[in-house]
């Protein structure tokens, strides 16, 4: 959206939205003085941009600095993240969820969490955790709920185009099940006589690395499947057993998918979707497809496979 930024301050800030899901978004501006004519002289323009992101729940937020250029250059701002971005201009995130406001840095490469807006202001030592990926470091942990402030500043006193990614990740939730150590992804269920077999199907997921056969249940593979060379998938004609005639499903999204009441659960310790911390680079290019339009910038990429 074009959407002016003119004579916005932190306390008028362009809101973002309220976000409950992964999203994306990329921030393109203008910063910096011109040179033009206006009431009692020269001028023109404006230094900072400002942004308030709503978080419905505790997430990341993931700031990059994509890229810059001159008025003078003809290149696509997002793609020449060269050295200049760090020399034209910069990013701050305020949390408006204390008073007064605090200000939160922004991680580093080489912490394991590139980019990420700090949860803390500081790591208060007694808070160790070994089972966590953050090892209880708070600078890690995720922003809390609430309301957030990013402003993007000149540096120089030139006018130029920002590009900005974010990403708003939240932590894995949810029920977590039980899997086998098969090379294809299973879970361990209950038997359920009452189950109809022509309807429980199971997920082969691509690409087929092992040799699998198909048995006892039918199966489903979303979109696509590619075996390797060397392996193979077998489909037997029916269960002997249950009488059921099997399928290899693959194609759209099935609608039939394995129903979940039959897994068993895993009594998870607390604070178990912490203990690892890493991204999903399909789900980020599925939230771009959902929400933006464009093919999908490459500069998010190294973010998410970090």
């Known amino acids: 959206?074009?959407?002016?930024?003119?004579?916005?301050?932190?306390?008028?800030?362009?809101?973002?939205?309220?976000?409950?899901q992964t999203s994306l978004r990329l921030l393109i501006g203008n910063l910096g003085a011109r040179n033009q004519v206006i009431q009692g002289g020269y001028g023109n323009y404006t230094y900072n941009h400002w942004f308030q992101i709503t978080l419905t729940e505790p997430a990341w937020i993931i700031a990059i600095k994509a890229g810059s250029k001159l008025a003078t250059e003809n290149i696509v701002p997002a793609?020449?993240?060269?050295?200049?971005?760090n020399r034209r201009f910069q990013i701050a995130v305020y949390d408006?969820?204390?008073?007064?406001?605090?200000?939160?840095?922004?991680?580093?490469?080489?912490?394991?969490?590139?980019?990420?807006?700090?949860?803390?202001?500081?790591?208060?030592?007694?808070?160790?955790?070994?089972?966590?990926?953050?090892?209880?470091?708070?600078?890690y942990y995720p922003l809390e709920a609430g309301n957030y402030l990013l402003c993007v500043?000149?540096?120089?006193?030139?006018?130029?185009?920002?590009?900005?990614?974010?990403?708003?990740?939240?932590?894995?939730?949810?029920?977590?099940?039980?899997?086998?150590?098969?090379?294809?992804?299973?879970?361990?269920?209950?038997?359920n006589t009452a189950t109809d077999p022509e309807n429980v199907f199971e997920e082969i997921t691509s690409p087929v690395t092992t040799n699998v056969v198909v048995d006892s249940i039918s199966a489903f593979t979303p979109n696509f499947c590619t075996v390797t060379i060397g392996n193979s998938v077998q489909v037997n004609f029916d269960n002997p057993v249950r009488g059921n005639t099997l399928t290899w499903y693959i194609g759209p999204d099935f609608i039939l998918s394995p129903d979940k009441s039959d897994r068993i659960l895993l009594d998870a310790t607390e604070n178990w979707e912490y203990t690892t911390h890493e991204h999903n680079l399909a789900a980020w290019r599925e939230a771009w497809s959902r929400e933006n339009m464009g093919t999908f910038p490459a500069f998010f990429i190294p973010y998410a496979v970090e």
């Open 79 to 85: 793609t020449n993240s060269g050295y200049a971005i």
């Open 1 to 20: 959206m074009s959407t002016s930024q003119r004579e916005r301050s932190q306390n008028n800030p362009l809101k973002l939205g309220a976000f409950s």
């Open 153 to 191: 500043s000149a540096t120089r006193n030139e006018y130029m185009t920002y590009g900005v990614g974010l990403v708003i990740e939240f932590p894995t939730k949810g029920e977590d099940f039980i899997l086998t150590e098969d090379a294809i992804e299973a879970f361990v269920i209950q038997e």
């Open 96 to 139: 408006e969820n204390r008073t007064p406001i605090e200000q939160r840095n922004i991680n580093e490469k080489g912490s394991g969490y590139w980019a990420h807006v700090a949860g803390g202001q500081s790591d208060l030592y007694n808070t160790f955790n070994a089972d966590r990926a953050d090892k209880g470091n708070e600078i």
